[in-house]
């Protein structure tokens, strides 16, 4: 086994179970990043006893999207790994395009996987990526840092999953030497080269610089990592005066359920106020703040509803579904909806106001109720099976920001805080 097969393997065993009928998902474009990891995945693969599913996004963006879709797909049998294809339907040009192309990607790729039972999908981001990510964050871009594991970015597709990126030390024409000494050949995409775009403008100057550019992917993150308290099950949030403010950025994307992470002036006010001791109230990113001396606590607004009105789900039994973001529910009943509990409050059962009265008050508001088809209201944990994914969501955001190994068996364990204490309801009222 060659030193870059021997790399990947030891970190691919450090993440992934050695056996089990779930499919390891891969990233495939056809370009030489996902083509290598392709190889040295399939060779993992099949020594570990694993299934492997290559899975490729045709962006529509170039005539010849669909032949590099067909040359993902042959590559993919010819390593002997599982492939499915999907089309972005939604594709255009234009300013902004490839922010467009990736949220749409990590969309179908986390539907294709979750579809599939996978839980992990490996991505070829190399070294290259991460110094590429570095010079554009230095001209202005609000890109996200990349790091070797995290949550997909994609909301709510990829709640519980992980993406994995076990090439993401390695330089670029390291794993293109391995194509070479394999016989393999892979694609170039020439968006890559295009300066209108920053990766292009990236890539030019990191190619014209003197010797590898100096990567900063590590966050060193000097604020432990908090437990989700008691009343996670309901969405509600603690979080620490003295949090990064990517760590703080979690939390408050977490607590609101949206996709879009706060960053800004408006994210170092909040994270000003909170360092500074101060007892106040704040609306961010669709979540609420509210300080007082050492207890902080987020949970969702809502207020915010006025401008983001979540819309009424209709459940399908036996089918989870995701409501604000933040409630996974599944229920055996038909004809049931899923709203917030703001202006039904009144009508639950006092045990049910009894449940929800140690809450905050925008707490109670902002919790699911199930709705039949006579409009009569009951506390969603009652009528169905409720999961919050809040507590989920961060733990994994937590993890990846303070550099722990997220193992593929962790995805599967149910944390604290996810669903309510058991004495909340007795069995009379479950």
Known sequence: MGD???????????????????????????????LALLDLAAAWAKARG????????????????????????????????????????????????????????HALLAEAAREAGA????????????AEGDWMRAQGATLGRLREASPSPAWPEGRGLLLLRPVFGEGRETLRDHLRARGLTWLEDPANADLRYGRGRARAALAQAEGPAASSATVACASAAHEPGDQAWAGVLPLSRDLPASMLAAVLLCAGGGATPPRGDRLAALQARLADGEDFTAVLCGARVEASGAHVQAMREPGEWKRRQP?????????????????????????????????RLAQLSDVERAVLAPLPPAARAAAPVLIDPEGRPVLA????????????????????????????????????????PSDLFSKKDC
């Open 4 to 34: 870059l097969a021997g790399r990947v393997f030891t970190r691919l065993d450090a993440r992934l179970n050695h056996a089990g009928p779930e499919p390891v998902a891969l990233a495939l474009s056809g370009g030489g990043d996902s």
């Open 50 to 105: 694993r299934r492997l599913l290559a899975l490729t996004v045709d962006h529509n963006l170039h005539p010849d999207s669909a032949d590099w879709t067909r040359f993902a797909a042959e590559a993919a049998r010819a390593a002997g790994a599982d492939w499915r294809g999907m089309v972005w339907q939604g594709a255009r040009g234009g300013p902004g395009a490839p922010a467009r192309a990736r949220a749409a990607r």
């Open 119 to 130: 839980r992990v999908i490996l991505t070829g981001h190399t070294a290259d990526d991460v």
């Open 311 to 343: 819309a009424a789900l209709a459940l399908t039994p036996g089918r989870p579904a995701v409501w604000d973001g933040r409630f996974e529910i599944v229920t055996d009943q038909s004809g049931l909806r899923v709203e917030a509990a703001a202006g």
């Open 381 to 420: 944990w009652r009528g169905a099976c409720v999961r919050a994914l809040a507590s989920r969501r961060l733990a994994l955001a937590l993890a990846a920001f303070g550099g722990e190994t997220t193992q593929e068996d962790g995805l599967f364990q149910s944390l604290h805080g996810e669903t309510p």
